[in-house]
Nanobody, 120 residues
């Protein structure tokens, strides 16, 4: 059984920083794209950042220059470093990954979410 477990969410003041961590576990053969999404109250879930298996990154415009996504493939882990946080970054952050289990084909997985709250 493959699962994604996030951690690192917290309450932080505007201008502060947080690092989110997401680790995939289970019978994993390989992981392709990993990413972070977020969902604020009353809003749809939106993409924050993606990183491909060969390290290509994409960010939504609102976090460019403030957030950095990176991964440690040896640990099946993806991180989201969030700097200069703003109240509008407040949301539940979800990890997402395309994982090929043993045996199997690539399947998309979601983590359970971690709450990030930025106070003004």
């Amino acid at each position: 059984q493959v699962q994604l477990v996030e951690s690192g969410g917290d309450l932080v003041q505007a201008g502060g920083s947080l690092r989110l961590t997401c680790t995939a576990s289970g019978s994993i053969f390989s992981i392709n794209v990993m990413g972070w999404y977020r969902q604020a109250p009353g809003k749809q879930r939106e993409l924050v950042a993606l990183i491909s298996g060969d390290g290509i990154r994409n960010y939504t415009d609102s976090v460019k220059g403030r957030f950095t996504i990176f991964r440690d493939s040896r640990k099946n882990t993806v991180y989201l470093q969030m700097n200069s946080l703003k109240p509008e970054d407040t949301a539940v952050y979800y990890c997402n990954a395309d994982i090929r289990a043993i045996p199997g084909r690539y399947t998309n997985y979601w983590g359970q979410g971690t709450q990030v709250t930025v106070s003004s």
